[in-house]
């Protein structure tokens, strides 16, 4: 029986615990994702064409993971994706999908791994969280984009009881450097009877 690991994620502290974490997840990550009825990139795909149904808009996949996000953003019907992670298992996943224009290693210590202005929409699916990417990284998504620019993401129940993101948002909000298009709290594992806010902002 493989190990589970989906249980482990939410503790971790640091990037490279979080790298090393899902390395060793990659091979059965979709299935234990899958099982528990993972539903955030769809959701996320969905409420991103419903702002944006631009077909081909490139679109950066910022911890895409396996892929299972750039497959939900193909479903939606965008066609050019770009993905970004810093799991090389990972990426070897979502190489076996063809759903990518082009896949790069994600470099977790540099502090503007995206140019700025390079994509009009960046998702970040699952990503942003307790034991996944940090706070800081909203402002580092933020910032890579220009005016007018698309962040499609979520926050998980776990990442909604964390004040230090749901500051972060509101820190970009309350100032009106970026608008809120689209927030709908919905499922995100069924199975862990985990939901999950789903967010597109545009930034002012």
Not at 174 to 192: N, S, T, V
Not at 195 to 200: E, F, L, N, R, S
Request: with cysteine.
């Amino acid at each position: 029986m493989p190990d589970k690991f989906l249980a482990k994620t939410y503790g971790l502290s640091s990037a490279e615990e979080t790298r090393d974490h899902y390395d060793k997840w990659a091979a059965s990550y979709e299935s234990e994702v899958e099982e528990n009825g993972y539903v955030t990139p769809g959701r996320i795909a969905d409420a991103l064409w419903s702002k944006l149904p631009e077909p081909q808009t490139p679109i950066l996949d910022f911890g895409c993971g396996t892929g299972l996000s750039g497959l939900a953003l193909r479903r939606a019907g965008f066609e050019v994706i770009d993905g970004l992670d810093p799991s090389p298992e990972m990426l070897d996943g979502a190489r076996a999908k063809s759903a990518y224009r082009a896949l790069d290693l994600l470099d977790v210590n540099d502090p503007a791994p995206v140019a700025k202005g390079a994509y009009k929409v960046i998702t970040a699916i699952g990503v942003l969280g307790t034991g996944a990417a940090p706070p800081a990284t909203f402002d580092v998504l933020m910032n890579a984009l220009e005016r007018g620019g698309l962040l499609a993401f979520s926050y998980n129940d776990h990442t909604l009881a964390d004040p230090h993101f749901t500051g972060k948002l509101n820190e970009w909000l309350d100032c009106g450097a970026a608008r809120l298009l689209f927030r709908e709290h919905g499922p995100h594992l069924p199975g862990q009877n985990m939901g999950a806010d789903v967010y597109v902002l545009e930034k002012a």
